[in-house]
């Protein structure tokens, strides 16, 4: 018996294809609190893969998030995420920061990434996908210099037309398009996890946020009564 698994283990495992210790790893981090994780962070993600020909992106949800206070647990926060991106086999839910202690950074995030990958014996290039509204504040996170030294940023521009090129320019002096920043061609919105929030919590809405987020986040809002409450984070 233990013969037959020992030779059914060593021909599953010579049947693996061997990776290239060489080739780079192309690696989109869609990152925030998904509170809860909406269309446009699909749709986003979804544009970036195709235009920056990403082997795949990684949803990471915040497990305590430096700048805000009262979001929905990690838990459900998870759950919705990994049921939003159910079916997609270039979207990877990750709990890196979900099981790591402490406030989470960006910069530790991509530190243990980058670590993680090289003792699997994989090079990476990262790709951070960012709005603009976190684009802004970006001068304000932690080891801000180091974050654009450890990836490259992928900007979703919420209103194409006010989004420029220079005006992204003006926000990032010494850093050069292509090298350290790129735009995402995506469709604009004004989706907006606050949104929904608010929404849910007024009840008028409360049923027009259904087509704002994937069948299995409408499913764990109703669920668990999330956002009901109007000062909900």
Not at 4 to 28: E, M, N, S, Y
Not at 160 to 177: C, N, W
Not at 211 to 225: D, G, H, K, P, Q
Request: charged share 25%; aromatic share 10%; hydrophobic share 45%.
């Amino acid at each position: 018996m233990f013969l037959i698994t020992w030779f059914r283990a060593l021909i599953a495992r010579l049947g693996q294809p061997k990776h290239d210790k060489d080739k780079v790893l192309h690696i989109g981090l869609s990152m925030g609190t998904f509170n809860p994780i909406h269309l446009w962070h699909l749709q986003v993600a979804q544009c970036a893969w195709v235009q920056f020909l990403l082997d795949f992106v990684l949803f990471i949800p915040n497990g305590q998030p430096p700048h805000k206070d009262g979001v929905v647990s990690k838990e459900l926060r998870f759950r919705m995420v990994k049921g939003s991106i159910r079916g997609n086999n270039k979207f990877r839910a990750s709990r890196i920061e979900l099981d790591r202690e402490g406030k989470s950074f960006t910069v530790d995030t991509l530190r243990q990434l980058i670590a993680e990958y090289a003792a699997q014996g994989y090079k990476v290039q990262l790709y951070l996908i960012v709005g603009m509204d976190n684009l802004e504040k970006l001068h304000l996170w932690h080891e801000s210099p180091e974050i654009l030294k450890l990836c490259k940023l992928l900007i979703a521009p919420r209103n194409s037309r006010l989004m420029t090129v220079e005006k992204i320019a003006e926000l990032f002096p010494g850093y050069k398009q292509h090298e350290h920043w790129d735009i995402i061609d995506c469709p604009d919105s004004d989706i907006s996890s606050t949104i929904i929030r608010q929404w849910i919590a007024s009840g008028k809405f409360a049923a027009c946020a259904d087509y704002l987020v994937s069948n299995a986040v409408r499913r764990i809002i109703i669920r668990y009564r999330l956002y009901r409450d109007k000062l909900a984070a």
